[in-house]
């Protein structure tokens, strides 16, 4: 039997999508990216512009926090310019959307 003969279509296909961040607090750069869709070097940008919060739980590993990663979404919405195409904001749009966010 192939193995797309045992997954599931439709909406329970879409009640399998998890949650990337899984309710984590504290992100890895790489886990942003991926959630937003971007570069990590997109993501190091961002926290150097201070759109993002970085912080250090421990000296040697930084993490982004998940509160930061929300409210950067939700600037996103508001600055979204009338008539432009696929963005940076439709794909935030997306996914808070898809996550439920």
Known sequence: MPRDALKPEGEEARAEVRDPLEGKLLLTYQE???ALGLSRR?????????KLRRVHPTPRSARITRESL???????????PEGTGKSVVDRAREVLRRFGL
């Not at 997109?42 to 201070?50: D, M, P």
């Not at 929300?70 to 979204?80: H, I």
Request: glycine share 4%; no cysteine.
């Open 32 to 34: 942003v990216a991926r």
């Open 42 to 50: 997109t993501v190091f940008k961002l926290v150097a512009e201070g």
């Open 70 to 80: 929300l409210a950067f979404l939700r600037s996103l919405e508001e600055e979204r």
